[in-house]
Structures are given as C-alpha cells and as structure tokens.
C-alpha cells in the first residue's frame, strides 16, 4: 500500500483540547516526497450554544464565532469530513506539535460524535508523526542550510511564523489553519532537502516497533532524546538511559537524564522519588533537586536517536558530557532492583478521571463491541429520528453524551 501523507492544523477556541472545541480545520495530502495531491481541506465549525470561546483564541487566530456561524458546519459533520481523510487507507497523520495538541482534538472530537478515536491512528496501515521535535534535533544535531530564529535570550525559537519567515518561507496568514499547514509543509521540505538521512530515518519512528527497538531495557544502551522538556540552552536534547517500563502505560518505556548524578535515585525512599517527581519544580523546598526521570510514549513518534549521531561539537555546544554521563551509566547499571523501584514510583500516579462524559475519554476504558455498534448506528441516523432512541448501554457515559449529541 503506498503512503500518503495528511498535512493538518486546527484553530481552536482555546488552549485545552479536551475542553475548548475546535473553530478551524484544514489539510492537504501528499506523497511521500511532499508532493501535494488532491485538493486541500479548508473548514469551519458552527460553535455551539453553550461553548464560550476564550477572547485571547479570538485574537490569536482572527476567527470570531460570528463567522463560524456564518460558514460552519455542526461539530458532527465536522468531524466526519475530517475522519473520511484522516482514517483513508495507507494515511499518517501529520502536522506541527500535533501528537501534543492537534491529534488530542481529533481524539476528543471523535469521541464526542461517536467514531471510534484511535483507531485512524493504526488501522488499515495508518499511522501519525510530528514534525516539530524533528525541527529541534536538526537544530541541535544537522543545523547547516537553515537559518534559525532567536529568541531576544539568544535561545532557539521553533514557533512555526518565526520559521518560516527566517527562511523565507510565505506565511502572510499565520494562525489560519490552511496557511500553517502549508508553512508546516514547506519546513518539513526544508529539512528533506538539507538533512534526507536524519528526515527518512525519523519518519521510520513512527513505527512503535523502531523506537521499542533503540530503548533496550536489557541493554540498557544510552540513546540521544529531544524533547521540549529539556531546556532550550540544552539544545532540547539529552543523553538518556532506558531503565524501566511504565507500569500503567503498556506504550510508556521510563529513561534517566545521565546529565545528572543517580544517587539520589538509588538512595531515596519510592515515597520520596514519588515527591521529588511529581510536585511542580517551584514548590519543591530549596536546594532539593527533581529526579530526571522521563516518560517516552512509543506510540507518540517520540525522537530517539543513537549516540554516533552526536558529534564532538555538538557535545561540547550543548554542555553535553559523555564522560561524566558514562561514569553515571555505570552507576545505574550496577544498581541491583532499579527497575522495579521505578516501576513502583510510577504504580502510585493514579489518574483521576473527570466527572464530565465528554472529558473522560481516558478514565472511562474503551467501549464495548455493542456499544459501538449503536454508535455507528447512531452516526448513520437523521437529526430527526434521534429523539425516539430508546437505547441501553453498556457503558455509564453513553446516554449524557447521547443527549448532547442530540442537542
């Protein structure tokens, strides 16, 4: 089956992907050497009644709900239009920063209207993949043949309008969701162009089974990470070290940031870690340090690349110091018991589910092959007939976000 790439941005009415329902979408598909093929996806969402749009959203993306009104379709149609591209045969996924936002718009919509939201992502040879970390490790690893914005710090900036217009790429409409996924097409180009090798191999890793492959818990081989998690003055890359599944996450391998000593990991109690690890960094009491462990999702496209692609330079550029690393390495190799002590750390992060039907995609579990099948009967069905429904469910979450789909 041949791939085919969908190029995609949504303008929301807010910051939070679970709550603030989407204003704009758009797409374009290409082939695998970013060649466009089709006609672009350019649409807006009617807003509902009940939804009140953050103002900020308002004057970021220049949408009003005046307008959405005017042009939009309602959220069922919506998402509908957007699940016929997103779930084609042989699709991924694509956009900038979308695994952390835009794909967690796809999932909630899809929930709310009664698709299925995961299974575009896997199916039929789909998949997903996120270019902007692949933007960070050009940066730090492969930065000739792109100019590269500054913050006024002196720190790298990766927001897509200061890309593009450092490189002089067109991008007059910014925050419209067409125009950024067309500048998200162009970077992307950029980087094939300048870097094919590191482009070809980072689309590979959207394969869980190539990432799966380079965090060997057994091996514990030490692998280059980039993530926005590292600080900007780091390169947004770390020298990190498998040393646990995640006990709760069947997609979730735990690294150590070797940048750090790991004595107070294998000193401290589980119920300290579990301090150290999840209270926010300013409340922490002065002078106690976070422990630097880090969770990679396999099934998020993470960027994980082995350390020969780590040049001197690039070493001593981003203070990385592979001897003291190594030193540290040893440390945790020889630590007997390491990886269930992480594992119980991680055991005690329980996830309080929302209360509300809507939000609670994560905390409900999946639905039952019944269930579904009303859902897909219910998508099929008229506005009009949906009022005489009378349904049982399997599945407590069901019949609140019938009646909102109704209404």
């Given amino acids: 089956m041949t791939a085919t790439l969908y190029w995609h941005d949504y303008e929301t009415w807010g910051t939070d992907p679970a709550r603030d329902w989407p204003a704009q979408f758009a797409g374009v598909r290409t082939n695998e050497d970013l060649a466009v093929i089709g006609k672009p996806l350019s649409i807006y969402c009617y807003p509902a009644d009940d939804m009140l749009p953050q103002p900020e959203a308002c004057m970021v993306t220049g949408i009003t709900p005046q307008q959405a009104r005017a042009e939009g379709v309602i959220e069922a149609e919506f998402f509908r239009l957007i699940h016929e591209q997103l779930a084609r045969p042989g699709s991924c996924g694509v956009g900038y920063n979308s695994i952390r936002f835009d794909d967690e718009v796809t999932r909630f919509g899809l929930y709310r209207n009664f698709f299925d939201p995961y299974a575009r ?12 970390d692949m933007v960070r490790l050009t940066h730090a690893l492969r930065p000739d043949g792109i100019e590269w914005p500054r913050h006024e710090d002196g720190t790298p900036s990766f927001r897509l309008e200061q890309l593009t217009a450092a ?13 950024d996924v067309f500048a998200t097409l162009a970077v992307a180009r950029l980087i094939k162009l300048s870097q094919p090798k590191l482009f070809d191999y980072l689309f590979q890793l959207r394969d869980k089974r190539q990432v799966a492959k380079l965090l060997n818990l057994h091996a514990m081989q030490p692998v280059l990470h980039v993530s926005s998690r590292y600080p900007a003055e780091r390169g947004c890359i770390a020298m990190v070290v498998p040393v646990a599944m995640h006990p709760v996450n069947s997609n979730g391998v735990i690294v150590f940031d070797l940048a750090y000593p790991p004595e107070p990991l294998l000193s401290l109690s589980v119920e300290e870690i579990s301090k150290r690890l999840f209270t926010p960094r300013n409340e922490l009491p002065e002078g106690v340090e976070r422990i630097p462990l880090k969770t990679i999702h396999l099934n998020k496209s993470p960027v994980v690349v082995p350390m020969n692609t780590l040049t001197e330079q690039a070493a001593e550029r981003w203070g990385i110091d592979v001897a003291g690393s190594e030193q540290h390495l040893r440390s945790l190799r020889r630590a007997s018991g390491l990886s269930r002590k992480v594992r119980q750390v991680h055991t005690g992060s329980a996830y309080e589910p929302p209360l509300d039907p809507d939000l609670n995609l994560y905390g409900g579990g999946f639905f039952s092959s019944a269930d579904r099948q009303k859902m897909d009967r219910i998508r099929e069905m008229p506005p009009e007939s949906l009022g005489s ?5 399997d599945d407590a979450r069901l019949p609140e976000m019938l009646f909102r789909y109704r209404a």
Avoid at 167 to 179: F, K, P, Q, R, T
Avoid at 389 to 393: E, G, I, M, P
């Fill in 121 to 132: 992502e896997w199916q039929n040879g789909n998949s997903r993949w996120d270019i902007i």
């Fill in 167 to 179: 490189n002089g790429i067109a991008h007059e409409e910014a925050h419209d969701a067409l125009a």
């Fill in 389 to 393: 429904l009378d349904l049982t469910w």
